[in-house]
């Protein structure tokens, strides 16, 4: 028969394995958890300070994914406004044509007067695009449209900017003012091809001659806007790569507070598992022989 003391000694190192088995088990299921979500921190428990951290990353994502749909909105309104912009000096440069070629006396008038009359309703058409439910040249109005059908300028003020912070630190005016697109040289633009067709109508070389004048300085304005539109346009795309740098950099940095290093938590759920079932054999071997057994 073997010492009792050396029994309770063999006893109380079991004892000690039995304490440990939680302890290995519980590690090992961390490790299985971070291999099944790719996480190493899921809640604050598991690193205090650097749940902390990617909270605060977090945070700055869903700012720049606002940012981001603050630019995609942005973009959708300048790219309808140049388009239109490019349609009405489209329409004046045909405006242009028409009563050159009425001053030529080339044409039947009547006829040449009704392609004005079709131009201007276009333009009238032209000016009161909208972007989703908001018209473009309305200034901050943008419920209102800026040309009545009979080719007259609302009284509601389109003159406002209608300004958004597109991205950190980046603030952009949109819109074209209103009475910057819906004038010509002072006068309604639907108003200075209405006076043109009648020019024409009636024979009116003079007024003929100032609808041409008119015509050109409609095409060189809606050029001008269209240009400017272009500015922002590019200004936008400029605000866009570097939020979308930023959002990268942010989400790199959470990653690597956040997500695990597979291979390194791959070799460490290897030890970890080695060495529970290394004290799972030492409790099994322990097991068969207790304390009562050497009395």
Do not use: C
Request: glycine share 8%; hydrophobic share 40%.
């Amino acid at each position: 028969m073997r010492p009792i003391s050396s029994s309770i000694t063999r006893s109380l190192a079991g004892i000690g394995t039995d304490r440990a088995l939680p302890n290995a088990r519980a590690e090992v299921d961390v490790l299985r958890q971070q291999l099944a979500t790719g996480r190493r921190i899921v809640r604050p428990s598991d690193d205090p300070a650097g749940y902390q951290q990617a909270r605060a990353l977090g945070r700055v994502e869903q700012r720049l994914a606002v940012h981001e749909r603050s630019l995609d909105a942005a973009t959708l309104w300048t790219n309808r406004t140049q388009a239109e912009l490019g349609a009405l000096s489209e329409l004046f440069s045909e405006a242009n044509e028409t009563a050159l070629r009425a001053a030529n006396g080339t044409g039947d008038a009547e006829a040449l007067a009704t392609q004005i009359d079709s131009i201007r309703d276009e333009v009238i058409g032209r000016l009161n695009a909208t972007n989703g439910d908001e018209y473009l040249f309305a200034g901050n109005a943008t419920r209102t449209a800026p040309v009545l059908p009979d080719g007259t300028i609302t009284t509601e003020a389109i003159d406002g900017t209608r300004t958004r912070e597109v991205a950190p630190g980046v603030t952009l005016t949109l819109n074209i003012p209103g009475e910057d697109a819906v004038y010509v040289d002072g006068v309604p633009a639907a108003e200075q091809l209405a006076a043109l067709a009648e020019a024409i109508r009636t024979g009116d070389a003079e007024a003929i001659t100032a609808g041409v004048a008119a015509t050109r300085t409609a095409i060189d304005q809606y050029t001008d806007l269209e240009g400017k539109s272009g500015v922002v346009s590019e200004r936008l795309d400029g605000a866009r790569l570097a939020v979308e740098q930023q959002a990268i950099q942010t989400a790199d940095a959470r990653a690597a507070i956040e997500e695990i290093d597979l291979a390194e938590v791959l070799a460490a759920l290897q030890r970890r598992q080695t060495g529970l079932e290394a004290a799972l054999r030492a409790t099994a071997a322990g097991a068969q022989q207790t304390l009562l057994d050497y009395l």
